[in-house]
């Protein structure tokens, strides 16, 4: 069984394009979005979701005011700046950031700057402080014409993404095990930072999707960076290639360079926007230049 | 005051939309890139970088000889980065959040903490505008201690803008919170849409104002147009598909300098910006 990823570095590059005309051209695999805060894959899919799963992903720090003597260890502790007296509380912070009402003489957290890690409830002397386990997201089994899919959405302003994407990664391994699958096919997130580092765990092929600008030249060297330094197998595919053919040709040399296969190059279509508002992936509504040349970019990694 | 671009879908015109308003206001001007994964406005606001500090945090390193292998540390550890085996402590660093709370509950003093570099803070100044960008070092997870550091150059007497990274997550949390007005990119897709819904929401529990920016707003569809409409977001800018744009993105050239009727286009959106803010405060004051 191959694990294959997408990624960018930059977003909007058309992972998620390439992504899920691989769920029409692969024959026996299990899809995934790890995208999991701006998740897209569903929209070209059309999943029925068959069961629906919570993520406690992360714990929050709970102040009990009666206990609260106004000491301030915890703040002093506090690598997260989550916590402050009630009395500095500007208009700024919202009232929807509070842990609690307002009374004067006691601490409070801040939720979203919270990471959980109880160092508060280490030093509080007078033990009030809890820490509440949260759920903070929701992940999916679905069934799709294109087989099963497991997905996720993470919750509103919440943290940890890359525990999610290990979590649903998990549980496509399992789903694939289980029906004998030849590829788990992912489509993943933007940037280099936790979630991505999440899914190029155990990756056997990771397929960056460029685009000829300097910001998608930029982001894709960051990005095969990151790969590389965790021994990936990595390729690329240029997307929109015909935008700047000098810059086509720029990371073309970039990626001999730096021994990274370019599977293909796919020109612009305006296609694309139509197929997404179809809700259809892009080589099942239309046969133009960019559904062959995806073919022939599945032809060469299957 | 302090705007901040940020999009939920990638791709969409943060970028485009961040330097091309730096580039059209009259105002002093000072540019945070927190893009801090994919840093890309320097591309656009060539500058010539005078300062740079890199940004350290602390990881925990366990010294063998004092360790007596009681396993406080791997139990108090929130982010499973620790674990005891055979008596031996094991830490995955690429799990710490350098929260301490380790060395806080080791009896044995045996944790101790050594500065461990995440990324580098470069500035400068691009014409006028007083630029710093975050560069999150290849290989490490966390990109908010960056943002962090950067928020801290923040000159409230100049007009701030911030470029966020896409999403919704901690990231564009952290870029977002705090500032006086966000600017949200979109492209008028079911994708866009999807992405600009979640970024609504996070900016609305923020409860911070806020406007859109529908890009190639004359391709897709106009769901966009219909979910602004509903909910009483302001639309701020149609800008259209243009090949021209997109070419000139691609070669790193600001629209505002090619096509100069943008930055009247900008400095009008600015000016909606102000009165916007201006209203929400008022309202803020008044409740």
Redesign the interface.
Known sequence: MKQILII??????GK?VVTASFAVLAKNKVMVDA??????LY?LLDPEIKSTNAYIG??SAFIDEEKCIGCGKCEQ?C???AISPVRDKT??V????LEQPISNGVYYIDK?AC?????CR??CPKDAVT?NEEETGKWFVSDTKYGPFVHAK?G????N??KLVSVIREKAKVLAIEKNADYIIIDG?????????ASLNGIDMAIVVT??????I??MQ??I??AQ??GVDTKVIIN?YD??LE?TNAIKEICKDNKVEVLGQLP?S?KV?QA??K?VPIIEFCNDQIAQDIINVWEQIK | MIITVA??????GK?LVSTSLALSLKTPVQFLDCDV??P?AH?FLKTEIKEREKVYLPKPIVEDSKCIGCGKCSE?C??NAIAVVKGKVLIFY?LC?????CS??CPEKAIFEEDSEKGILEGGYSGNIEFWKGT?T??????TPLI?ALKKKIDNKKTVIIDS?????????EAV??SDFTILVT?P???GL??LI?AV??VK???LPVGVIIN?FD???DKVELYCKENKIPILMRIPFD?EI??L????IPITQEKKEYIKKFQDAFDVINMLQQKYNNK?IKS
């Open positions: 960018s570095g930059k977003g909007g590059t998620t995208d999991v805060d701006a998740a897209n929209l992360s714990k502790i690598r997260f700046d208009p700024k919202s009232d929807s950031c979203f990471e959980g890690c109880g160092a280490v030093v820490l993470l509103i302003a919440q943290e993404s890359g997130p933007p940037g280099i930072g936790c979630p991505v580092i685009e000829p600008s300097l910001s998608g930029h982001d960051r990005v960076g990151v330094h965790f929109k935008i700047n810059n612009f305006d926007p997404i508002v809700g | 999009s939920g879908k990638g791709g969409t970028t994964e994919e890309n591309i108090i929130q982010y690429e959040h350098s929260c301490g709370a806080l509950v999150l290849v290989g490490e997870a966390a990109p962090k990274s896409p999403g919704t997550s901690c990231p564009m949390v919170n705090n492209e897709t079911p994708f999807n992405d979640l929401e996070v529990k923020l409860k190639r391709i897709g569809d090949r997109a070419v993105y691609s070669k790193g803020a």
